[in-house]
């Protein structure tokens, strides 16, 4: 098999007294997500979409809130790690599509950087990495502004094992 694909839905709620940390960048925009690590809603939505990808669970079970490790932790571990126990089964990432739902703060100044950065952690060039932001139109939770959800779906792709670089 070379292909496998997963997605990962995530959802916080705001918390004012919080930074908003999307794909580990720290914006100047608020307000911040509740949550027990930094809350980081889109690098929880890939994180799941790549455990998906590999039938490994789900976020909770590998890192779960009640562990005061992840207390306040920057989410990117949990990418890091689900990109490894992808690797071992003999996966990359070929390409990841991002959107995140939200009525505040205004993402699109942000959009490019925020898909720089997560190009970044999935160690990709950025035209394998979709960033998109939308609102919900002022209907529901989310049009309420009561927080964001992100939406992503991950394409792996079996590594080439040809002159036997990767163990
Ligand atoms: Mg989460």
Redesign the pocket.
């Known amino acids: 098999m070379t292909y496998r694909i997963g997605q990962g839905i995530?959802?916080?709620r705001f918390d004012a007294g919080r930074p908003l940390v999307l794909c580990g960048v720290h914006l100047d925009a608020g307000p911040g997500l509740a949550?027990h690590?930094d809350?980081?809603?889109v690098l929880?939505?890939v994180t799941d979409a790549i455990l998906g990808a590999i039938g490994a669970g789900d976020?909770g079970e590998h890192f779960p809130p009640s562990d005061p490790r992840w207390k306040d932790a920057a989410?990117r571990a949990f990418v890091d790690r689900a990109l490894e126990l992808a690797r071992e089964q003999g996966f990359a990432i070929a390409n990841c599509d991002v959107t995140i739902l939200g009525e505040r703060p205004r993402l699109a100044p942000y959009k490019t950087a925020l898909q720089t950065a997560l190009a970044a952690i999935l160690g990709v060039d950025r035209n394998r990495v979709g960033l998109k932001a939308t609102t919900a139109e002022r209907m529901g939770w989310i049009g309420r502004g009561e927080g964001l959800a992100a939406l992503a779906i991950v394409l792996l792709e079996a590594i080439s094992t040809e002159g036997g670089a990767r163990g």
């Open positions: 995530d959802i916080h949550g690590s809350a980081d809603v929880h939505a976020i989410s």
